[in-house]
């Protein structure tokens, strides 16, 4: 009888004309910071972007764009703190073998003032310069393109741990590199389902940072739609050893892809098949215990210019913040998934082959609070 009166009340309310108030996310206003570069083989998109600490942006490109595959060689792009193009260099290795044209995450080193570059099909973290683009094997899993090397980060000892989408590992080598050793091998970072069915997109372990105290390892699972959390310690030494087993920390991000960390431990997630970042306190205190909530979402996607230009987040891939915290900036995949070998397609791929040009984004690093906004 009460769900009955509930309801009786609400339909006479509605039909009396009355308004439920609807909190709404400020998604902010999304910047194109910067359109790449053609190369001689088309225009490129990319995939991996880091900032360095002169607020320098850095990108190297992507092989694929809104026709298929790009030829390579693969370029690096150095972009100035306000947008202008600064160096576009050919990536180059003087022996063998030659980086791919699928390069991921980077991260700027800053004690040799190079570039550490994801390989994708080589399972190969490649060390570059960025003004000459000359590149040495920093780290090879030995693996080949059974490794699928994402995204990076450094431990306080520069200690350099690395995603592998393939495997569904972390592997962790030294500041100088060479053959490196598995830190994570977790199921929760694999592509895989228990049942051997590979999810879609067959990305595992993807985006992975420290929290800033660096007692906790996060690293994104794009088949799984989750974020997993890894309990580490600190050492004296500013290295870090495992404290716990990886653990789903949340799920249902559309396709987690690149995470940065923010000066409170917010994690911010690229959501790759939601257009979107999502802003995400890991340690909220509710009556069911500490869970990780969603407390802002930035960008979205606002269409294709009429020259074939992304405006907005079109398959973010890898954000960074400027060295002032103030800015967040993201890289534009615009991937077409079976260009990839994905035969699903997602709800954007249409979009993505109507792309020419191919954008860095640029959003305000803010946390605005839920606006109340009011149907008409």
């Given at each position: 009888?009460?769900k ?8 006479a309310?509605?039909?009396?004309g ?15 910071f910067?359109?790449?570069p053609?190369?001689p083989?088309?225009?490129?998109p990319s995939?991996?972007l880091?900032v360095?600490?002169d607020g320098?942006?850095?990108a190297p490109?992507?092989?694929i764009?809104?026709h298929?595959a790009v ?9 100035k703190?306000?947008?202008p193009?600064?160096?576009d260099?050919?990536?180059v ?8 044209t699928l390069?991921?995450?980077?991260v700027f080193?800053q ?6 570059i994801?390989?994708?099909s ?9 003004k000459?683009?000359?590149?040495t094997?920093?780290?090879?899993t030995?693996q ?6 994402n995204?990076l ?6 200690n350099?741990?690395?995603?592998d989408?393939f495997?569904g590992?972390?592997?962790?080598t030294?500041?100088?590199g060479?053959f ?5 091998d977790?199921?929760?970072?694999s592509?895989?389902?228990?049942t ?10 993807n985006g992975v940072e ?17 974020i997993v ?6 050492n ?6 495992l ?7 949340t799920?249902?991000i ?8 923010d ?12 257009d979107?970042i999502d ?5 909220v ?10 407390i ?15 405006r907005g987040?079109l ?11 103030k800015?967040i900036?993201t ?15 997602a709800?954007?791929?249409p979009?993505t082959?109507?792309?020419?040009h ?5 959003i ?7 606006t ?5």
């Amino acid at each position: 009888m009460k769900k009955a009166l509930i309801g009786t009340s609400f339909a006479a309310f509605l039909l009396a004309g009355g308004i439920i108030p609807a909190s709404a996310w400020d998604r902010g206003r999304t910047e194109i910071f910067a359109i790449l570069p053609e190369l001689p083989g088309g225009p490129v998109p990319s995939e991996g972007l880091t900032v360095g600490p002169d607020g320098t942006v850095y990108a190297p490109s992507f092989g694929i764009n809104s026709h298929g595959a790009v030829p390579g060689p693969p370029h690096l792009f150095s972009f100035k703190p306000n947008g202008p193009l600064l160096y576009d260099v050919a990536l180059v290795n003087s022996g063998s073998p030659q980086p791919s044209t699928l390069l991921l995450g980077l991260v700027f080193q800053q004690s040799s003032q190079t570039l550490l570059i994801c390989d994708l099909s080589n399972g190969i973290v490649w060390q570059a310069n960025p003004k000459t683009g000359k590149a040495t094997v920093f780290m090879n899993t030995g693996q080949g393109s059974n490794s699928g090397l994402n995204a990076l980060t450094f431990d306080k000892a520069g200690n350099v741990y690395v995603s592998d989408s393939f495997l569904g590992v972390i592997w962790k080598t030294g500041p100088n590199g060479g053959f490196p050793s598995i830190f994570v091998d977790s199921q929760t970072l694999s592509p895989q389902a228990a049942t051997g069915v590979i999810l879609a997109p067959p990305f595992g372990a993807n985006g992975v940072e420290f929290n800033n105290e660096f007692t906790e390892m996060y690293v994104a699972n794009t088949a799984y739609h989750s974020i997993v959390e890894i309990p580490v310690t600190l050492n004296q030494d500013g290295s870090v050893s495992l404290a716990g087993e990886a653990q789903v920390l949340t799920t249902g991000i559309n396709a987690p892809d690149g995470i940065a960390v923010d000066g409170h431990d917010n994690l911010w997630v690229v959501a790759n098949q939601e257009d979107e970042i999502d802003v995400i306190n890991p340690e909220v205190v509710t009556s069911q215990g500490t869970l990780a909530e969603v407390i802002a979402k930035r960008g979205d996607f606002q269409g294709i210019s009429e020259d074939g230009t992304v405006r907005g987040l079109l398959f973010p891939a890898s954000p960074a913040f400027s060295p002032d915290g103030k800015y967040i900036y993201t890289s534009n995949l615009t991937l077409f998934l079976p260009f990839a070998g994905v035969p699903e397609t997602a709800i954007d791929s249409p979009w993505t082959l109507k792309v020419k040009h191919y954008t860095i984004a640029k959003i305000r690093a803010a946390i605005p609070p839920l606006t109340e906004q009011e149907e008409k």
